[in-house]
């Protein structure tokens, strides 16, 4: 199995930039597609980004398109999810996700291996 480390969270302004990342271990990081995922309280966990095992096919929540945007470097066993003019609204325990799954996931449950998530909080 893979096991998944996320880092970068913090607190930020609305407006502001922040860039998390995700290191992974255990097994071919390039067989596997990732994802990004949040939940803030009281809510379900909501899809904010994937990505294929190439880093060729990206894909996003509608509710970040245009704001965020995803990437990896198989050779780091890294992704990273860049997130820009943040707003309020994006305040939220972000999770990275893998998963060996035909296509690219943008569904929860269709993702075997999460991390332990990190805590984003965008002040107004």
């Known amino acids: 199995q893979v096991q998944l480390v996320e880092s970068g969270g913090g607190l930020v302004q609305a407006g502001g930039s922040l860039r998390l990342s995700c290191a992974a271990s255990?097994?071919?990081?390039?067989?596997?597609?990732m994802g990004w995922f949040r939940q803030a309280p009281g809510k379900e966990r909501e899809f904010v980004a994937a990505i294929s095992r190439s880093g060729g096919n990206t894909y996003f929540g509608d509710s970040v398109e245009g704001r965020f945007t995803i990437s990896r470097d198989n050779a780091k066993n890294t992704v990273y999810l860049q997130m820009n003019s943040l707003k309020p609204e994006d305040t939220a325990v972000y999770y990275c996700?893998?998963?060996?799954?035909?296509?690219?996931?943008?569904?929860?449950?269709?993702?075997?291996?999460w991390g332990q998530g990190t805590q984003v909080t965008v002040s107004s």
């Open positions: 255990g097994r071919t990081f390039s067989n596997y597609v």
């Open positions: 996700a893998a998963d060996r799954a035909l296509g690219v996931p943008t569904i929860a449950s269709r993702y075997a291996y």
